[in-house]
């Protein structure tokens, strides 16, 4: 991925331009159509996600408890953790997400402690 453009993400704008270039090292791009289910409530949690455009909604027992739009992420908590997802996320529009696995956040302490400190300030329910 392109380390310019990961870092007009706001997750990771204003690390250092050397661990942006680190995390694009790792981070995965992809489409999701709109529909699809992206994480599902009870699986374990092993990625964290950005979306970079669309939109989707966070959904507990089958109830609407959130909206996801760009720059918003998704399984920040499960992923620190190792916890099993305590909601669905369903696109409600074609998505574009930046991925990166649990390992690939930890090989990158910097990036770790960011989304952490995220996680703590503004929690989603889409571990």
């Known amino acids: 991925m392109d380390p310019a453009r990961l870092s007009s993400i706001p997750l990771f704008a204003g690390l250092p331009p050397e661990e942006v270039s680190r995390i694009a090292t790792f981070a995965e791009e992809h489409s999701e159509p709109d529909g699809r289910t992206l994480v599902r409530q009870g699986d374990f949690a092993d990625r ?14 089958g109830k609407v408890v959130a909206a996801l739009g760009p720059g918003d992420v998704f399984g920040e908590i499960g992923v620190l953790e190792k916890t099993l997802r305590n909601a669905d996320v369903v ?5 574009r997400l930046v991925t990166l696995s649990r390992f690939d956040v930890k090989r990158v302490p910097e990036a770790a402690e960011r989304i952490r400190s995220r996680a703590e300030t503004y929690p989603s329910d889409g571990q």
Request: glycine residues 6%.
């Open 48 to 61: 964290i996600s950005v979306i970079d455009e669309g939109t989707a909604e966070v959904r507990r027992d």
């Open 91 to 95: 696109a409600t529009s074609p998505l």
